[in-house]
């Protein structure tokens, strides 16, 4: 079944991406987490997102468009990135989840993905 | 076929599968869609439907096998129902055939319970779980020993079954590295299916329906992971409690405490049995609280051998079963020890420190503050808090008891009767 891992991540990870005495560092952790998940050949898809400041969220209520900067919850862990995996079992996602770096400095999220509905099918 | 049973004798058999049975059968009946509220839909059914046709056709001979074949009809008549079935439905089928019941070899239980057990469950409900889903207790009773209101744990109930149904949990015997993180609440349940059969729910019917249950599983386990010291400790516990099962009720089926029980009429082979297995514990050097407990059993059958019952060591080793585990019932335990060991003050003082709202419908601390009272010599306390016990016994021979110890207690003109105490160690 599949699963999205929701890999949150610390504003100080985010920071990490782009400093020099760090950023190496930073991204192969992450390379090593895709590379062997690739391997293994359970992705279905799955991305890395820019930081939260480039984002942009939208609300609609009573038919009046707001359009906000930046993710609305000030929270400490943020969404950094997420894969689809097609696993056996939550157990199989959860080890893979444990692998991803910012299991260690944030959270990784794990949730079933709905199957999809009999009509699109 | 057996020729056809009178209503009654078809009422009892089957009753007697659905509660010997009931968790093997949901365990073969969730493994392949993990969904426990269908499967105890469709075993109800089943039963409802055993009850219609077994007085007319009489009881099958395999009981059990009639009543899985009933309830996956019913499965799979819901799944085409709810149009689920595809071009899989071949090869579903193929499966569901493949799981009928395989006699004794079967361990489809001890997977359910790790399942109930998975660390993705709510940590309070994984108990409960196992007692209603692998062992059939009602979430009214269950919330009764774990001392929450009925519409919060049947909400829990329910909402963890959702989560097994739907978060994609592994339905196995979980590697042995995540064995022992959750096995605490599978020995739990285990201990708690037994205390209920103890209590009350095994009948003159089926006098080990529930306790032989939770032993049988003991020992699943016990094989399953013998490096484990806890599993031992329990099974030595429930042994110990076992082996003096004739003892407890007199030839009138009336309740006899611990301390007036006739030794000779203890099963001698189950004591020895549960001594070597908890040496065998002991040497694994971590003393938990199944141990404990078991060694709290192991001083009492040793009253009649040395002739005393050993406070000193009783106190000892309820201070570590604290320790370990702090529970209401290891604190009342302690607190009897410290009165009967003389201080029946201090022993009071700990009773009434312990949670009002959580002791107060909870019949072992009345027990026990009324013996303690009377320890103390405060008569119309002991007198008041044993009225308390009664009205929150349901057992009828233990109510009997209290009830004559209450007109002793009632009648005694300044000397009280210290004798009686009750089994509140188990």
């Not at chain 1, 192969?28 to 293994?40: D, L, R, T, V």
């Not at chain 2, 096998?65 to 071949?90: D, F, M, S, V």
């Not at chain 2, 006699?103 to 940590?123: K, T």
């Amino acid at each position: 079944m599949q699963f999205m891992l929701i890999l949150r991540e610390t504003h100080d990870d985010f920071a990490r991406r782009a400093d020099p005495a760090q950023s190496a560092d930073y991204w192969g952790g992450w390379n090593a987490f895709i590379e062997a998940m690739a391997q293994s050949g359970i992705v279905v898809k799955g991305d890395g997102l820019q930081a939260p400041h480039t984002s942009t969220t939208v609300r609609v209520r009573d038919g009046n468009r707001t359009v906000e900067d930046g993710p609305f919850a000030d929270t400490k862990e943020q969404l950094g990135g997420y894969f689809i995996v097609d696993v056996p079992d939550l157990d199989t996602a959860i080890d893979w989840a444990a692998k991803a770096p910012s299991a260690r400095t944030a959270s990784v999220e794990v949730r079933p993905v709905l199957p999809p509905m009999p009509s699109s099918q | 076929m057996t020729t056809p049973s009178t209503i009654e004798g078809v009422d009892r058999a089957a009753e007697r599968v659905a509660r010997s049975s009931y968790g093997k059968l949901i365990a073969i009946l969730t493994r392949r869609d993990k969904d426990i509220a269908a499967a105890e839909d469709a075993l109800s059914e089943a039963l409802v439907a055993a009850l219609q046709r077994w007085p007319v056709d009489g009881v099958p001979n395999n009981p059990e096998a009639w009543l899985i074949t009933a309830a996956r009809n019913r499965l799979k008549n819901r799944a085409r129902a709810h149009g689920i079935q595809r071009a899989a439905e071949p090869e579903i089928q193929r499966r569901l055939d493949e799981l009928a019941p395989h006699g004794d070899q079967f361990d489809e239980r001890l997977s359910l319970m790790f399942l109930c057990a998975h660390p993705a469950i709510d940590i309070a409900v994984r108990t409960p779980l196992i007692l209603q889903v692998v062992l059939g207790i009602d979430a009214g009773r269950i919330a009764r020993a774990f001392l929450v209101e009925p519409t919060a744990m049947s909400q829990r109930l329910v909402r963890a079954k959702a989560r097994i149904r739907d978060a994609g949990l592994r339905y196995a015997l979980p590697e042995a590295g995540d064995m022992p993180e959750r096995l605490g609440a599978v020995l739990d349940a285990i201990y708690a299916a037994f205390g209920q059969g103890w209590d009350r729910l095994d009948g003159l019917d089926t006098p080990d329906a529930l306790t032989g249950e939770a032993i049988w599983l003991a020992r699943l386990i016990v094989q399953l992971m013998p490096d484990q010291p806890e599993p031992k400790g329990l099974l030595a516990l429930m042994l110990y409690c076992a082996a003096r099962q004739t003892a407890r009720r007199d030839g009138k089926g009336r309740f006899v405490p611990l301390d007036q029980q006739d030794p000779r009429l203890w099963d001698r082979n189950l004591i020895i049995e549960a001594e070597g297995l908890l040496m065998t514990a002991a040497r694994a050097g971590t003393f938990g609280r199944f141990q404990c407990e078991a060694a709290i059993q192991s001083v009492h059958i040793q009253r009649p051998i040395t002739g005393a019952l050993n406070l000193a060591a009783l106190r000892t080793i309820y201070d570590l079963l604290i320790d370990r585990a702090d529970s209401i019932a290891a604190r009342i335990g302690r607190a009897v020890v410290i009165a009967e060991a003389g201080d029946p003050t201090a022993a009071l003082a700990e009773l009434d420190t312990l949670p009002l709202a959580r002791v107060r419908a909870h019949q072992p601390w009345w027990v026990a503050r009324s013996h303690v009272s009377a320890l103390a010599g405060l008569r119309d306390d002991a007198v008041a808090s044993i009225q308390e016990a009664i009205a929150l016994t349901e057992d009828e021979a233990v109510r009997a008891h209290l009830i004559e110890r209450h007109e002793r207690l009632a009648g005694a003109a300044g000397s009280l009767d210290a004798n009686h105490r009750t089994d509140t160690a188990i």
